[in-house]
């Protein structure tokens, strides 16, 4: 089951899409309600954030951190980012997620609507690398769309996993990955991967905290093990 070509065409999908996606968190007070609670959470330290993509979070947790490095696939997303957060608390990265292994450890890892953007198959590699770019005590925070969000998706049955097809103003469409987690089911399997995980729905989302399994050969689970995708700091575009 190769699922590579959908996941270029979901990269694609946002380097075209980069001038059109902040206009979701301009019409829907859900975003803006979903936005502010990140003031709760326990963000703390040097912050990783995943996908980030044109920054709509990383002021905020930049607010609370001590440093932020955040990391997109797309150039002309982090573009966005770079011109919304100009702080030397905050790095860029241009990396894709998929093949890069943290550089270092951080205090949190923070990702907002990347998680359903993951295969099924490729999640224990992905919590694993979460994992491994956690500090001692440090914790992971994520947010993302409920199954309830399918409703506003033109959901597709024919993939070999599961998607979703989105268009943009000039009429391109594109397929990308697209996985409503059940809340109960997400921390279920969290759990079984070692996790301790909290996850509070909150309208058509959620909103999730976890530790990763404590006793684990730490050691297992090198930092920038034998990567080669060694990110470039975008500086400027
Ligand atoms: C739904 S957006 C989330 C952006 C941001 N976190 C937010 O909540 O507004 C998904 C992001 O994932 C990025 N992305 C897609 N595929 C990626 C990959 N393979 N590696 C890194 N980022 C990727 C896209 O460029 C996009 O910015």
Redesign the pocket.
């Known amino acids: 089951m190769d699922d590579d070509a959908l996941?270029a065409e979901?990269?694609a999908y946002?380097?075209a899409g980069a001038a059109e996606?902040d206009r979701p968190?301009a019409e829907y007070e859900d975003l803006q309600r979903l936005l502010a609670v990140v003031d709760e959470l326990p963000i703390a330290g040097d912050v990783l954030?995943?996908?980030?993509?044109?920054g709509?979070?990383t002021p905020r947790l930049a607010a609370r951190a001590r440093s932020v490095t955040a990391?997109?696939?797309?150039a002309e997303?982090l573009a966005l980012a770079r011109a919304r957060i100009a702080s030397s608390a905050v790095e860029f990265l241009e990396?894709?997620?998929?093949e890069?292994q943290p550089p270092r450890r951080f205090d949190t890892v923070f990702?907002?609507?990347?998680l359903s953007?993951v295969p099924p198959r490729r999640l224990p590699d992905f919590w694993n690398t979460v994992a491994a770019a956690l500090a001692p005590g440090g914790k992971a925070i994520f947010?993302d769309d409920g199954p309830a969000a399918a409703a506003y998706e033109e959901v597709l049955t024919d993939q070999p996993t599961p998607s979703a097809l989105r268009r943009l103003d000039d009429g391109s469409q594109y397929r990308i990955v697209k996985v409503f987690h059940d809340a109960r089911t997400l921390t279920d399997d969290l759990t079984a991967l070692g996790w301790s995980v909290r996850i509070r729905p909150m309208a058509g989302n959620f909103i999730g905290i976890a530790e990763p399994p404590t006793g684990q050969d730490r050691k297992g689970q090198e930092v920038n093990g034998g990567s080669s995708a060694c990110p470039r700091p975008v500086t400027d575009a």
Do not use: I, K, P, S
């Open positions: 996941l979901q990269m946002y380097r996606y968190y954030e995943l996908a980030c993509g044109t709509q979070w990391v997109d696939v797309a997303v990396a894709d997620l998929f890069w990702f907002a609507f990347w953007h947010v």
